[in-house]
């Protein structure tokens, strides 16, 4: 049986429209992730239980003891466990058997005591993996509702490597995230960056066969999961990758583990907690593990306890009110000695903003670790419609000879295209970025082959600029293209603060005549 990606994402947004008359869309996930992910495990377990079975007619003389270690040995690699054992209510803890009973009083019960029974049988594996599973409960999901779910999706084909690819698997995953995130507005920010962003940053970054790779506000997984895509689009081993995350939801460090185990990559460690404060990954000495390639998505200008004494702190110590530069200097910490790279999203205001954050910048450019600023457009997030920029870095010293000592600022703030609720960048887009971004540059700063009608406006700076410009990395004062249009801005302020005066003054006038008249009673 093939079993089309059009199929398996359509019976199982079918299972996620049944929720629709119990809770709003934005909650959908915390739902349908983890049975989804039980059922992915359950088919999985079956299927290789039943291959276990066809292939050892021979054993039926075995105890069940010595037959459990011949198939955990060589067939299953995690545990499906039994629930409520030794007594008259004891099943095993999978999607089949639990189906079995949703008639019956207690249905939530029961999918959370399965769930949980698996996470203890597999620690090292699925520890907490399924979150805090609050919806299991009678009052926030009916037995009836949480009944119709799970007959729907299990409508869905058998989701095992004998039915349907890893890439099919993974691809309805990644449908659901997107959905959810397309029908969630703002809250899809906080686990959701668009496929399209992740992409240009891994393809900035190139990550390398056996290379580590770390986000350290890894979400929904995606930037980790998209890394591995790309060795593989280039058809290289992207399982060969070391995957790391952090994730300060709990709720949302499960999906990421979901995800990735739902795309074959089992190579990874996804941990929870605050980054900023409680860095989890981390060196026998107590610093911050390093790694290869680091890419992150940030909460942007998030109010923060700002460190007292902490050696990431490099050039200073971001403002309470905002942590975005604190990410970076986490990041930079993180970098390897050798081929560290950075690649973060973070709004134009960690470019200008004056004080402490020009401080820590004047830090990062005298020590020659930005290796470029690329403007994106506006309205590319679910969660804000401000324009953004990917800052890339680079570990001290480890620049190419040509790129050392300046900045290359790259103005994509004009390649989208429109779509239903927000704007996105196209393939094409994304490769003018990247064309951009490898290019070599003239003694100018100019790119020798700016890529004809399609290039983007682009120009490698020196750091002497830069310092003369007081350490701003307004993407303005160094493109001309970007600063036409911020003059346009500037005109369109003061023709609306002129208009506006003299709408003032007008109203002045008819108050001052409506007050003569002995009419009174009107706002000012």
């Known amino acids: 049986m093939v079993v089309t990606q059009q199929e ?5 947004w079918d299972a996620a429209d049944e929720l629709r008359v119990a809770m709003p869309e934005a909650q959908y996930s915390s739902v349908v992730f983890p049975l989804m992910f039980w059922k992915y495990l359950s088919d999985t377990w079956e299927h290789r239980h039943q291959e276990f079975l066809a292939e050892n007619e021979g054993l039926a003389g075995l105890s069940v003891e010595e037959a459990r270690e011949i198939e955990y040995r060589d067939y299953q690699s995690f545990d499906i466990p039994f629930i409520h054992p030794g007594t008259v209510q004891e099943r095993r803890a999978s999607w089949t058997s639990i189906l079995g009973t949703i008639t019956q009083p207690g249905l939530g019960q029961r999918v959370r005591a399965s769930l949980q029974a698996i996470e203890t049988a597999n620690p090292d594996k699925f520890s907490r993996i399924f979150g805090s599973m609050t919806w299991a409960s009678e009052e926030v999901l009916s037995g009836e509702v ?12 058998k989701m095992h490597e004998g039915n349907m690819s890893y890439d099919v698997l993974g691809g309805a995953y990644e449908y659901l995230l997107k959905r959810f995130s397309d029908g969630s507005g703002t809250r899809a920010g906080q686990f959701f960056t668009p496929r399209e962003v992740v992409e240009l940053i891994v393809e900035v970054l190139d990550p390398k066969g056996f290379e580590s790779v770390y986000d350290p506000t890894c979400g929904s997984g995606g930037m980790l999961i998209a890394s591995a895509n790309l060795l593989k689009a280039h058809n290289k081993r992207g399982y060969t990758l070391k995957l790391y995350g952090q994730e300060a939801v709990p709720d949302t460090a499960g999906v990421a583990r979901m995800n990735l185990f739902m795309h074959n990559l089992t190579q990874f460690q996804v941990e929870v907690g605050d980054t900023l404060k409680d860095p989890r990954l981390k060196n026998p000495d107590g610093s911050v593990a390093q ?29 309470q009110a905002s942590a975005d530069w604190a990410f970076v200097q986490h990041m930079i910490a993180s970098m390897d000695p050798k081929k560290g790279r950075v690649g973060v999203v973070l709004p134009h205001g960690v470019l200008f903003r004056g004080g402490q954050e020009a401080a820590i910048r004047q830090r990062v450019l005298g020590d020659d670790l930005l290796e470029a600023v690329i403007g994106l457009p506006a309205n590319l997030f679910y969660n804000t419609s401000i324009p953004t920029a990917i800052l890339v870095f680079r570990a001290r010293g480890t620049k190419d000879l040509e790129r050392q000592d300046g900045v290359l600022f790259i103005d994509a703030s004009k390649r989208f295209t429109k779509a239903k609720n927000r704007n996105i960048l196209t393939d094409v887009d994304i490769a003018d970025v990247v064309t951009a971004y490898n290019a070599k540059f003239d003694a100018d700063g100019n790119p020798i082959d700016p890529g004809g009608e399609g290039g983007l406006a682009a120009r490698f700076v020196p750091a002497t600029e830069i310092v003369a410009n007081e350490y701003d990395l307004n993407i303005g004062r160094y493109i001309k293209e970007a600063a036409a249009e911020q003059e346009d801005l500037g005109t369109l302020i003061d023709t609306y603060n002129i208009a506006r005066a003299e709408r003032q003054k007008t109203e002045a006038r008819m108050l001052a005549v409506l007050a003569a008249a002995g009419i009174e009673g009107f706002d000012e």
């Not at 398996?8 to 199982?12: A, H, M, T, V």
């Not at 949480?146 to 084909?157: G, I, K, S």
């Not at 790694?291 to 940030?298: C, G, T």
């Not at 902490?310 to 403002?319: H, K, S, T, Y």
């Open 146 to 157: 949480l009944a119709a779910v799970m007959q729907a999706m299990d409508r869905t084909p």
């Open 291 to 319: 790694f290869d390639v680091i890419l992150a998505n940030p909460p942007y200008s998030l109010k923060w306890k700002p460190w007292t004494d902490d050696p990431r702190a490099l050039g200073g110590v971001a403002p």
């Open 8 to 12: 398996i994402e359509s019976r199982l």
